[in-house]
């Protein structure tokens, strides 16, 4: 337990450093391109859109090509549950709420993927791993310069720590939550994601699944694609609206 936490420190303040090495480059944990130009601008958007109607889930944009449906903008963060928390901090600006968020975000997937790993490796093992992990390119750029296409990641390794603890004692309710956040964060990634939670559990259950009938093989896996139907169905005020969107071109 003490090397655990040791470790858990030790991934905290790499992550950390990393971060800081950003900061005092001269730079904010941000970019000047997309990240400053559309994601934070339509965040910013939308909490103001809250602030003048007091309306938490709005259908409708007022100021943007003379009022237009909101769901054409889905995709930068509508319903976020980590951008409504913004809505909360009227005197923090959304380009340094947007920086410590993806700091946080940063640091808590470092925690998660040791966490989510630590069970099927040595403390050693899975302490070189997750350091790899937080120091890959891809990972560290987005964070720091799209935030789009990571936000979603502590919310998958929860999810596939979920499956664990599914596979363990049948309990749900983090796999449930860690889905619906997924979607809520990036509806965009939720297909891959949920293949990759799928994939994993048929994985972590492949002996079982391969010993029994087919019948019973259909039967497990719809149990478990109940709870993936669940979380889908709590999303679906922001996925139904942005697929009707969509259809209507």
């Known amino acids: 337990m003490k090397n655990k936490r040791i470790n858990y420190l030790i991934v905290a303040l790499v992550s950390l450093i990393l971060v800081l090495i950003f900061i005092f480059g001269g730079n904010l944990f941000s970019s000047h391109t997309d990240w400053i130009n559309q994601h934070v601008q339509f965040a910013d958007y939308f909490r103001k859109l809250f602030y003048e109607t007091g309306n938490l889930l709005p259908d409708f944009t007022f100021n943007i090509g003379g009022g237009q449906n909101i769901f054409n903008f889905s995709y930068y963060g509508l319903y976020n549950p980590l951008l409504m928390i913004s809505y909360l901090?009227?005197?923090?600006?959304m380009v340094v709420y947007f920086q410590i968020m993806n700091i946080v975000l940063y640091i808590i997937s470092g925690l998660l993927f040791y966490k989510f790993f630590n069970t099927k490796f040595s403390n050693k093992i899975t302490l070189i791993l997750t350091l790899l992990f937080v120091m890959s390119g891809p990972l560290l750029f987005h964070f720091h310069?799209?935030?789009?296409?990571?936000?979603?990641?502590?919310?998958?390794?929860l999810s596939l720590i979920g499956v664990d603890k599914y596979n363990k004692d049948k309990r749900s309710w983090l796999l449930i939550l860690s889905i619906f956040m997924i979607i809520m964060s990036s509806y965009y990634y939720a297909i891959s994601s949920l293949l990759v939670i799928l994939i994993y559990y048929v994985y972590t259950n492949f002996d079982v699944l391969r010993?029994?009938?087919?019948?019973?093989?259909?039967?497990?896996?719809?149990?478990?694609?109940s709870r993936i139907f669940i979380s889908i169905m709590m999303a679906s005020i922001l996925l139904l609206p942005t697929f009707l969107t969509l259809l209507n071109g």
């Open 89 to 93: 901090l009227p005197s923090v600006s």
């Open 145 to 157: 310069r799209q935030y789009m296409f990571v936000n979603y990641i502590p919310f998958l390794l």
């Open 211 to 225: 010993k029994v009938k087919l019948k019973e093989k259909i039967k497990i896996l719809l149990k478990f694609s």
